[in-house]
C-alpha cells in the first residue's frame, strides 16, 4: 500500500514539474502574443472597465491603445494572463472615458 503512495507522489510531483517547465518555456522559446485594440465610436452595450491596476499588470495592453487598430505583441506570460483575465468577459473595454474593442491572437 504505501509502495503505490509512493509512486502517486513521485508521479504528481513531476506531473506538476512538467507543468511549471512548459509554463516558463513559453517566454524561453519566445513564444509572445499579439493584441490589438480598435478605438469605438459608439458606447457598446457591454464592456469591462479597466483600473490603472489592470494596466500595470498589462502594459502592453495600454501600447495597443495608444497605437489604436496595430498589432501588439505582447510577451507569453502577459499574453496568458490577459486571456485568463477576460475570459468569460466581453472584449469591449472601457478605460479613461474610452471605449476600445479588444483582439487577442495566439501565441506567435
Not at 4 to 9: A, C, D, G, T
Not at 18 to 31: E, P, R, T
Not at 74 to 93: H, I, L
Request: glycine share 8%; with cysteine; charged share 15%.
Amino acid at each position: 500500500m504505501t509502495i503505490k503512495i509512493s509512486y502517486l507522489l513521485i508521479f504528481f510531483f513531476f506531473l506538476s514539474l512538467s507543468f511549471v517547465f512548459y509554463s516558463g518555456c513559453i517566454d524561453l522559446m519566445g513564444g509572445n502574443g499579439a493584441i490589438q485594440a480598435d478605438k469605438l465610436s459608439n458606447i457598446p452595450q457591454d464592456s469591462v472597465n479597466l483600473t490603472s491596476e489592470n494596466m500595470r499588470q498589462f502594459p502592453h495592453l495600454m501600447q495597443a491603445f495608444n497605437s489604436s487598430g496595430q498589432i501588439v505583441e505582447v510577451p507569453g506570460s502577459e499574453w496568458y494572463a490577459m486571456k485568463d483575465f477576460f475570459k468569460g468577459y466581453s472584449r469591449n473595454v472601457t478605460y479613461e472615458g474610452a471605449y476600445y474593442r479588444i483582439h487577442l491572437s495566439g501565441i506567435i
